[in-house]
Structures are given as C-alpha cells and as structure tokens.
C-alpha cells in the first residue's frame, strides 16, 4: 500500500429506483483512475456509507476491487457498533481491499478511552494498513497529535491519518511527533495547498468526483514547486473546492457530478436534493467556475463505458 497522492472518496450512485448503480460506479472508479488518482476511497461520508445496507457495502467494495486492478481500494470502516466495525474490516479484507480508512462509531461522540478501545479493536482485526480518519467537525470526536502518536506507536499497521479537522496546524503537529512514520492525508478540500505546504503527502479529495483531472494537475503543481501555476489554479478551484466543507456536501459535489455529465445528483434519504437558497447558491458557484475554467488535459469518463 502505497499511502500518498489523490484518492477521491468515491460518491456512491443510485438508479431512479433507489438501488446502488455498479454499472456507472464501476465506470466512474474507472474514469478517476484513468485522470491519475493513486486509488480509491470507498463507504466513507461522501459516499453515503451509513445509509447503505451490509449487503450493499460488500458490492460496492467487490466492484471497486474489481475495476482497480493493481490500483488499491481503501475500505471506509464505519458503524454504530465495534463488532459491526471490525466485521466489515476483516471481510474488506477478504475482499481484497488493500486497506481500510477506520472512522470512530456513528452517533457515540466516545472520549479518548473508548475511541482508542474501537480502533484498536479493528486495527488487531486485520493485516491491511490503516488510515485514522480524524474529522472533529463531523463526529464530535477528535483524535489530537499525541493520541495519534499513541495509537501508531502501538499498531504497526497505523500507516497513515486522514487529517480533517480543517487546521493545517494539527498536519505540521503529527509531522512534529512522527516524523515520516505516518503519510498524512488532506480531508478537506479547500485548505489541499496549505496542507501539502507543511507536510502532507496526500488528498482525501470530495470535488475530485466531477474533476478528477483538475485535481491532480493542482497536487502536481504544488508538488513540483509552480507556485504560481498551482495559486492560478487554486483561485479557479476554491468555491467549488468550498463546497467539500458544509453540511450538504454530499448532496452538493452529487449536483456538481450532474452538471458536468458525471453522474447523478439523486441521494439517498434522510437527504434531499438540492432546492430553494441552496440549489440557487450553488448555480452560480459552478456557473461562474464553468465560464472561467482552465483547460486541463483530460480522458473522458465515455472511454470508460463498461468498465
């Protein structure tokens, strides 16, 4: 496993009918793989895991393998219960997923005692290396620098942190206690040019959904010290790269996916699809970010038709 790079954290689609779509998955997966992304990042947040039947999870994550190839697919462990967690970690790894993305349980904001308790509890469960996912903002559980340094210095297999607490302070914080020891990755999208600036060495990218190729080219330039290419690029980028930090995220980057014939904005309840000030909103971000856009060399997701 190789912990660095962009891996988008994949959206999950859903026919008129309300079922998962493997056949526009698999062509999605393919088409992000296609415009450069280092892997895939399946279950998580932005795709919908905690609305998706077990059953469900386990064809997302067989489709994902399966289009992948030699590429790694990380699997999102999350649920409301630590034996459910570590359920799905082992079978991922069945799977063959090359590792697993391990969140904190849904709905329980748990203190330090019993959060260190889950994830080690899946980290003991499986032989994949594992990426923390730390997001304070949305699960009201933060795991701080040192409680980090903890969890790796005990499980080997704690190779990376997905760092989304939106404080680029907290990335040069880990680097601080670990040096190279843990690859930290970027989970909020409008702050990936700081991030990268003070040590982070990946993207756990959202609008990457609708623009995989922009995304990338963005990450190289900052890589390559073009500064002034990659701020040109950034200024075009931010207010849809904005749309990764709020509350309607998913039902956003979906409408995003939609606009650019990418996909569909259908969620799944308890959300609801874009309307009134939030639909209007977002219109004209994407109409100014559409009249502005940078030519990128991309491949089209209709090369990837029946992948």
């Known amino acids: 496993m190789r912990w660095s790079g962009i ?5 999950t689609p859903f026919t008129p009918e309300n079922r998962v779509d ?3 998955l698999a062509q999605h997966a393919a088409w992000q793989l296609g415009n450069g992304c280092a892997g895939l990042i399946m279950l998580g947040s932005l795709g919908e895991g905690a609305t998706l039947e077990h059953a469900e999870k386990i064809e997302v994550l067989k489709t994902a393998v399966r289009v992948a190839g030699n590429l790694p697919v990380v699997a999102s462990i999350s649920a409301l219960s630590t034996s459910v967690a570590v359920t799905l970690a082992k079978e ?3 799977l063959g997923c090359a590792g697993l993305m391990v969140l904190p349980p849904y709905v329980y904001a748990s203190d330090w005692d019993e959060m260190k308790q889950h994830v080690a509890a899946v980290l003991g469960a499986t032989r994949l290396e594992c990426m923390l996912y730390n997001n304070p903002i949305a699960y009201k559980t933060d795991f701080l620098p040192d409680q980090i340094a903890e969890l ?3 499980h080997g297999n704690l190779k990376a942190v997905k760092e989304s607490s939106a404080d680029v302070r907290r990335v040069a914080a880990i680097r601080a206690l670990l040096g190279d020891k843990l690859s930290i990755f970027v989970g909020v999208d409008d702050v990936i040019v700081e991030a990268f600036g003070v040590g982070a060495v990946g993207w756990v990218a959202g609008l990457v959904n609708a623009y995989p190729a922009e995304s990338v080219k963005l990450v190289e330039l900052v890589q390559a010290g073009r500064r002034e290419e990659a701020f040109e690029l950034y200024r075009w980028f931010l207010p849809l790269l904005r749309l990764d930090t709020v509350p309607k995220f998913v039902q956003l980057i979906k409408w995003v996916q939609e606009q650019v014939g990418v996909g569909s904005a259908q969620v799944r309840a308890p959300r609801f699809e874009l309307r009134g000030a ?7 971000v994407f109409e100014r970010a559409k009249a502005t856009q940078p030519a990128v060399k991309k491949r089209p997701i209709e090369e ?4």
């Open 7 to 11: 891996m988008p954290a994949l959206t």
């Open 22 to 24: 493997l056949n526009f």
């Open 92 to 94: 991922a790894e069945d």
């Open 152 to 154: 790796a210095g005990e």
């Open 278 to 284: 939030d639909l209007a909103e977002v219109k004209a």
């Open 304 to 307: 990837f038709v029946g992948a």
